[in-house]
């Protein structure tokens, strides 16, 4: 059963110093047992205040490559692009943030293909995985539709894939590409990071209903050994 630690703070701005420095020792740790280090960081809106913190942290930067959880099949610099978002504040440091969806794809599927192929020359597993949980209960883009079994249960070899969430979600209607369920559970180090009451009871009923949960997050967590660390605020 997975090991799961909730760290509750009293607002997001304590929540972003403390997942700032957590993410900051386990890269620091990744570097000194590796040389380098490769992470996978949520998109959204949650965790960026804690990324601008991480981006003051004295690092050797060129050895980290940084690659969304999950992406949206736009164009680069599109608002919707998470790795424009990381871009923006790690490139400056000098990490390698590296985008996972091509810019002339025919389609979503084609996408998945692209980012899964590109995935497979990063060291693995991951050294990290920072996931945010939507309020139905998505994590990275493992959305209810088409392609979630696929997400969830295909090959342990599967890093990356095209998924169309349906319903399409109202602050992203678009096609994305998404860790697979096998990408995160394997990472070295996995943690949550989310605000809000709501998102916080449906990440408790989908920690508890594990591998039946109607939470995918609940789905992509259940029989993760490791322990994972929960920042939340209010
Ligand atoms: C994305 C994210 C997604 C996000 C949740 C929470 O591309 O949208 O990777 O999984 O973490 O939707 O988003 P907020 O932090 O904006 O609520």
Not at 140 to 145: L, R
């Given at each position: 059963m997975t090991e799961i630690e909730w760290w509750d703070y009293d607002d997001a701005g304590e929540l972003a110093d403390a997942v700032a420095g957590d993410v900051q020792f386990v890269i620091e740790s990744a570097l000194d047992a590796r040389g380098s280090a490769v992470i996978a960081l949520a998109g959204g809106k949650t965790p960026f205040p804690a990324y601008e913190k991480l981006a003051k942290a004295k690092l050797d930067w060129k050895k980290v490559t940084i690659i969304p959880t999950d992406e949206r099949v736009v164009p680069l610099g599109d608002p919707l692009s998470n790795v424009t978002a990381l871009a923006k504040i790690f490139l400056p440091k000098g990490a390698r943030v590296m985008p996972i969806v091509p810019q002339a794809v025919p389609d979503y599927k084609a996408a998945g293909r692209s980012a899964d192929a590109l995935m497979q020359d990063l060291h693995w597993p991951l050294d990290f995985c920072l996931l945010g949980v939507g309020g139905?209960?998505?994590?990275?883009?493992?959305?209810?539709?088409?392609?979630f079994d696929e997400a969830l249960?295909?090959?342990?070899?599967?890093?990356a894939l095209g998924v169309m969430p349906d319903p399409l979600p109202p602050e992203a209607p678009v096609a994305r590409v998404t860790l697979s369920r096998a990408s995160i559970v394997s990472a070295r180090a996995v943690m949550i990071a989310l605000t809000g009451t709501a998102k916080r009871k449906v990440l408790e009923q989908a920690i508890d209903q594990g591998?039946?949960?109607?939470y995918p997050i609940g789905r992509v967590l259940a029989d993760v050994e490791l322990p994972i660390d929960i920042h939340w605020a209010p």
């Open positions: 139905d209960g998505h994590t990275a883009s493992i959305f209810p539709g088409p392609d249960n295909g090959p342990k070899e599967r890093r591998p039946s949960s109607a």
